[in-house]
T-cell receptor, first 118, second 110 residues
Framework: NAGVTQTPKFRILKIGQSMTLQCTQD?????MYWYRQDPGMGLKLIYY???????DKGEVPNGYNVSRSTTEDFPLRLELAAPSQTSVYFC?????????????????FGPGTRLTVL | QKEVEQNSGPLSVPEGAIASLNCTYS??????FFWYRQYSGKSPELIMS????GDKEDGRFTAQLNKASQYVSLLIRDSQPSDSATYLC??????????FGTGTRLTIIP
């Protein structure tokens, strides 16, 4: 198992450009997440998905979009990149009980994408 | 807003000593608690999870949970230089999402 994979590892964008960060997991996890981590800070949830075709906003969704057409893939789209989106982006997945269950399972993280917007 | 608070550190501990990391959370309805370790430039990895009051031990790591005080801690015994990392506390509030603290940077001094 490769686990959670992310591409690219690094990217530099100019202000106003767009790009898609790719995330794939091969563990058949139903839940997937996108986080950003700014220097010296914790993880902020951008978007998450509880299954194919279902997505929801997290804490900091503005400027981003997601889709979940398959169980394995959860791409994150940046439209009109801004310097404030300079960050490290982590994708994660887990197998969680249905809503109302007592606990979530372990979240497995991808290696991250380091994005700089100039 | 549900919050998770950690002392950002840095926390410096001599090699072989016990490192104690603390975390408080805001919602008494919290159900599950996790400690992640993150090396510089790497992604977080789970080292401990705890769901009920008391202690949970795994090797050199012990997680302690006190729901009445809304407090969870991580003890690392016989600290090694390889334990130097940032430790993230995460809390599951039952809404399909984890809330992370900002992390405590731990340095083990040889």
């Amino acid at each position: 198992n490769a686990g959670v994979t992310q591409t690219p590892k690094f990217r530099i964008l100019k202000i106003g450009q767009s790009m898609t960060l790719q995330c794939t997991q091969d563990m058949n996890h139903n839940y997937m997440y996108w986080y950003r981590q700014d220097p010296g800070m914790g993880l902020k949830l951008i978007y998450y998905s509880v299954g194919a075709g279902i997505t929801d906003k997290g804490e900091v969704p503005n400027g981003y979009n997601v889709s979940r057409s398959t169980t394995e893939d959860f791409p994150l789209r940046l439209e009109l990149a801004a310097p404030s989106q300079t960050s490290v982006y982590f994708c994660a997945s887990s197998y969680s009980l249905l809503a109302g269950g007592p606990q979530t399972d372990t979240q497995y993280f991808g290696p991250g994408t380091r994005l700089t917007v100039l | 807003q549900k919050e998770v608070e950690q002392n950002s550190g840095p926390l410096s501990v001599p090699e072989g000593a016990i490192a104690s990391l603390n975390c408080t959370y805001s919602d008494r309805g919290s159900q599950s608690f996790f400690w992640y370790r993150q090396y510089s430039g790497k992604s977080p990895e789970l080292i401990m999870s705890i769901y009920s009051n008391g202690d949970k031990e795994d090797g050199r790591f012990t997680a302690q949970l006190n729901k009445a005080s809304q407090y969870v801690s991580l003890l690392i015994r016989d600290s090694q230089p390889s334990d130097s990392a940032t430790y993230l506390c995460a809390v599951f509030y039952g809404n399909e999402k984890l809330t992370f603290g900002t992390g405590t940077r731990l340095t083990i001094i040889p």
